[in-house]
């Protein structure tokens, strides 16, 4: 049995299906990847998984260690122990690092806060003081909030894009902490269209159009990155909706 079981999932926005009867299941300290091009509805299964406002309407069924949390709330799942690392991470103005990465419970406790840090490869004395803001680099934003979620001891971490818009020695820090994270028994979830990232799990999922079309060990995924996505018609293009366009994170622009 998956740690992490997900059971015919579909969701739809304004009549658009977005999640088409999908089913992973994730195992248990196990480094899973969850591989499609643009739009094909990978952020969406994370949010869903997480039970974010907006995602709560779907079908099929979300079981975590044999129990549906399908109506639980967002901190509910994140007290059971699943987490969601964002492809954007928040800003918070004048909240300092400390207060930032010791919010998510009140069980962390300072030495937490600087194992989480040295994790990530910060120096702690160096950033618990400093505000999480744009003085700090989206890389630095990234691994700040990487070490929040380790303070939190989670089981099941997901990271969407883990390496969008980090530099090489942070997206080599991450692939450490990810490989930390197995070694602690965590069950990782990548979200990712880069096939560096792929190589640093155990097995994957391929989805294209909110559908599951593939699924294996990562040698074999990877030919999706050759051109070799043969099941799939999807063109990888942005969408474009009326003038808009949707950009990676799922937020509309106007292109006009
Ligand atoms: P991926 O992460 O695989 O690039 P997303 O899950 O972000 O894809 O988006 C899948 C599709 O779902 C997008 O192409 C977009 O059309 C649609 N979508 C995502 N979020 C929303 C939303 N909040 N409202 C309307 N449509 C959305
Ligand atoms: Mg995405």
């Excluded at 926005?13 to 977005?18: G, L, Q, S, T, W």
């Excluded at 990562?218 to 999807?234: I, R």
């Amino acid at each position: 049995m998956g740690i992490l079981e997900i059971e015919d999932i579909s969701i739809s926005f304004e009549d658009k299906v977005i999640l088409d009867k999908l089913s992973v299941d994730f195992w248990e300290g196990h480094i899973h990847a969850i591989v499609g091009p643009n739009g094909a509805g990978k952020s969406t299964l994370a949010q869903t998984i997480m039970g974010l406002p907006g995602f709560r309407k779907h079908e099929g069924e979300i079981r975590f260690q044999g129990h549906s949390i399908k109506r639980m709330s967002v901190d509910e799942r994140a007290k059971q122990g699943i987490t969601l690392a964002w492809q954007e991470p928040a800003r918070f103005e004048g909240l300092s690092v400390r207060s930032f990465i010791k919010a998510a419970s009140s069980d962390i406790t300072e030495q937490a806060v600087d194992e989480a840090l040295t994790m990530v490869g910060m120096d702690s004395t160096k950033y618990k003081g400093r505000s999480v803001d744009k003085t700090l680099s989206g890389g630095e934003r990234k691994r700040i909030e990487l070490a929040s979620i380790i303070a939190m001891q989670p089981k099941v971490v997901m990271m969407d894009e883990p390496d969008s818009g980090v530099d090489i020695d942070a997206i080599n820090n991450i692939f450490l902490v990810i490989r930390e994270l197995k070694q602690r028994g965590t069950t990782v979830i990548l979200i990712t269209h880069s096939a560096e990232v792929l190589k640093q799990s155990d097995h994957a999922f391929l989805i294209c159009d909110g559908k599951l079309v593939d699924k294996g060990r990562v040698e074999s995924m990877l030919a999706y990155f050759e051109g070799k996505c043969k099941p799939c018609t999807h063109k990888n293009e942005p969408d474009v909706v009326d003038g808009f366009s949707i950009k990676e994170n799922g937020i509309m622009e106007s292109i006009s």
